[in-house]
Nanobody, 115 residues
Framework: QVQLVESGGGLVQAGGSLRLSCAASGMIFRLNGMGWYRQAPGKQRDMVATITSGGSTNYADSVKGRFTISRDNAKNTVYLQMNSLKPEDTAVYYC?????????WGQGTQVTVSS
């Protein structure tokens, strides 16, 4: 059974930074592309960043140059370093595979950016 557990969210002022972590279990992590997604209140869940099994990355235009996705296969963990945060980054952040699988969604971690 695949489990993805997100952590690292919190309340931060605009311009600040946070580092999110997602610990995976129940899968052969190194073989899977992974992604971070977010959902703001009243909005759909959108892709933020993805990373392939080989380490190639892709970002939503809104976070390019501010966010960095990375992975540690030895720890079965994917990270999202978020810098220069803006109030519009406020959302619940989730991780999933690069092509998200419905049954893999976890509880997410709340990120709130105050102005």
């Amino acid at each position: 059974q695949v489990q993805l557990v997100e952590s690292g969210g919190g309340l931060v002022q605009a311009g600040g930074s946070l580092r999110l972590s997602c610990a995976a279990s129940g899968m052969i992590f190194r073989l899977n592309g992974m992604g971070w997604y977010r959902q703001a209140p009243g909005k759909q869940r959108d892709m933020v960043a993805t990373i392939t099994s080989g380490g190639s990355t892709n970002y939503a235009d809104s976070v390019k140059g501010r966010f960095t996705i990375s992975r540690d296969n030895a720890k079965n963990t994917v990270y999202l370093q978020m810098n220069s945060l803006k109030p519009e980054d406020t959302a619940v952040y989730y991780c999933n595979t690069r092509g998200p699988i419905l049954g893999y969604w976890g509880q997410g971690t709340q990120v709130t950016v105050s102005s």
